[in-house]
């Protein structure tokens, strides 16, 4: 074997290494990347959650005072902030209106609700 034939295999050995430590890199930053929009989505269902939980019971309450008191809630707002979020809710007859900015982008979210509670539910990216 020569010299020349050594340095062949020694840079062929080289490149492979170099291949291998960039498929790495590239893994890791996919890695740290998904992650990172793991822990956005965690965050914004339990945004989510809460925004259901409070419709929940503001449709409860509503329902109680229009079966019981004839009440027209109608266009009743309620303003409250959940993690760190100002979220809008307004009564609109036969569904909740949740309102509230994701980075500057508008979301509406309708929670429909009847005498047994929230029975539907939809997103509106504005």
Do not use: W
Request: hydrophobic share 40%.
């Amino acid at each position: 074997m020569g010299i020349t034939q050594k340095n062949g295999y020694a840079s062929m050995a080289a490149l492979m290494i170099f291949a291998l430590l960039i498929e790495l890199s590239l893994l890791s930053a996919q890695f740290v990347r998904q992650s990172a929009y793991l822990k956005l989505a965690i965050r914004q269902s339990e945004t989510d959650l809460a925004i259901y939980d409070y419709a929940k019971s503001m449709a409860e309450d509503h329902s109680y005072q229009k079966r019981c008191f004839n009440s027209d809630l109608n266009g009743e707002i309620h303003q409250i902030q959940i993690d760190g979020k100002e979220i809008e809710f307004e009564d609109q007859e036969s569904y909740i209106e949740a309102r509230y900015e994701i980075d500057g982008q508008p979301i509406r979210m309708h929670l429909f609700y009847d005498e047994n509670g929230i029975v539907a539910l939809k997103y509106f990216n504005d």
